[in-house]
Each structure stands twice: as structure tokens, then as C-alpha cells.
């Protein structure tokens, strides 16, 4: 492992993200995103922080709420991830993908975190990524991913007796794990930081919120998305 700016990294990670904050800042993408994420939540008991890599979110998230779920499938992450939660009590870490479906899927790692992914093709329209101009360029200019077969869980099977606040970001297939938390979203209705920046999985992520479960879109900063339900919201 390598740190950098107080963040506990794996010694190959090419993503220099964590290279533009430090630790004691606590505010990842920059200064008012945490706050960008909280301020529409009602009660901060528990969040779940879905694809947290490094912890940069949980660590945030465990100095505001009284319990935190850390959702990393990425094997390689959670050693650093332990180091960079340390003395976050209150923060359980799951080495577990969360996604459309339970079982085993194909996840494809990359040096820098943001590139890899897991995309289960034939399922929910998993080529739409391949159709918009970011999935032909991905294809073509990085063919030499490793694919491994790691766990993944639906969050409709997690059975959590309350969530507050839902962020997820987890590389193109936020869409995946929206449709298998659909259940749990209708019956908790927690704010919802959403990463998305292809039209296509906006559209879908769009339909899912607003159309079927009632959400509204309140605001975005770049490719993060907020959505909120009007029955449980300060605002």
C-alpha cells in the first residue's frame, strides 16, 4: 500500500484523486459536497455508502451519522479501506458488490478504481454502456482489463430496519443497483446521491426515481445526481 495525503492506497492505484484533498479535509470532489449529500436528509442514523473504494465517503458519512455501511466488491480495496476507516467505529465494511441481482458476477478491475466495473450483460439492458460514445471508447482504448468472478447482492435481500441516505457510485452501473433495490427504496424512501454521466443510464436511473418511485431530482453537481422523496425530506 501507498499514502497519499493521509489516504491509504494499493501501491499500482493511477487514479490521483486522493492526491487533491487531504484526509483532515473530509470532503471528497471538493469543498460543500458532503454537504451537497446530507442537506436534504431528515435523520442521519444510517447510510450506505455503495462502491466506496477507499472510504473517502464513508469516512465523511461516519462523522455525521450513527451508522455507516461500506459496500466495496473490489477485493484488492479493503485492506486499504480498513487503514483509512480506522478508529471509525461505527462504519461496517462489506466486501460484497451491490447490483442488480445475488450471486456471482463479472468484475473487471483496472489500476485506477474509476475504471473498473462490473456490467452484467443480458441483463436490464447492459448494452446501453456499449452504445453511448464513452462505452466505445472504454472498449477500444482499454482491452486488457482483468475479469474476476466476485459476489454481488441485491439490496432488496440486505433487509435493513432503516436507511437514510443511499450514495451510489459504482462505475456505470448505478442503474444495475438501483433496479434491485427497488423495494427497499420504496419503503425507506432515503435521500439518494446517484454518480451517472451517460444520457442513456440518467434516462434510466430518471425513470426508476421519479416515474416509479416518486422521487424528485432536486439538484446536481457534475455527474453526482441528488434525488429526494417529497414525504421524507427537511426541504
Same mark, same amino acid.
Given at each position: 500500500m501507498k499514502n497519499v495525503n493521509g489516504w491509504w492506497l494499493i501501491d499500482g492505484e493511477l487514479d490521483d484523486g486522493y492526491s487533491k484533498?487531504?484526509?483532515?479535509?473530509?470532503?471528497w470532489q471538493g469543498e460543500g459536497f458532503v454537504n451537497f449529500c446530507v442537506e436534504n436528509v431528515k435523520e442521519t442514523v444510517v447510510a450506505l455508502d455503495i462502491g466506496a473504494c477507499y472510504g473517502a465517503m464513508s469516512y465523511a458519512f461516519s462523522h455525521l451519522f450513527e451508522t455507516v455501511h461500506a459496500f466495496e466488491i473490489n477485493p484488492d480495496f479493503i485492506e486499504p479501506l480498513k487503514k483509512n476507516l480506522e478508529g471509525c467505529d461505527n462504519v461496517i465494511i462489506h466486501n460484497v458488490g451491490i447490483g442488480i441481482e445475488t450471486g456471482l458476477i463479472d468484475f473487471s478491475a483496472k489500476d485506477a478504481g474509476g475504471l473498473s466495473r462490473t456490467l452484467p450483460e443480458g441483463n436490464f439492458s447492459a448494452e446501453i454502456f456499449y452504445r453511448s460514445n464513452y462505452g466505445r471508447y472504454e472498449r477500444k482504448h482499454y482491452p486488457d482489463f482483468e475479469t474476476r468472478k466476485l459476489p454481488i447482492k441485491k439490496l432488496d435481500d440486505c433487509e435493513f430496519e432503516r436507511i437514510d441516505l443511499i450514495k451510489i457510485d459504482v462505475e456505470h452501473a448505478e442503474a444495475f443497483t438501483i433496479y434491485g433495490a427497488m423495494e427497499t427504496i420504496k419503503k425507506h424512501k432515503p435521500v439518494i446521491i446517484c454518480e451517472s454521466?451517460?444520457?442513456?443510464?440518467?434516462?434510466? !436511473? +430518471?425513470?426508476?426515481?421519479i416515474d416509479v418511485l416518486g422521487y424528485e431530482r432536486r439538484r446536481s453537481r457534475?455527474?453526482?445526481?441528488?434525488?429526494?422523496?417529497?414525504?421524507?425530506? !427537511? +426541504?
Open positions: 484533498f487531504t484526509k483532515e479535509k473530509c470532503d454521466g451517460i444520457r442513456q443510464y440518467k434516462d434510466v !436511473i +430518471n425513470f426508476l426515481l457534475r455527474f453526482d445526481h441528488k434525488y429526494v422523496h417529497p414525504e421524507n425530506s !427537511i +426541504n
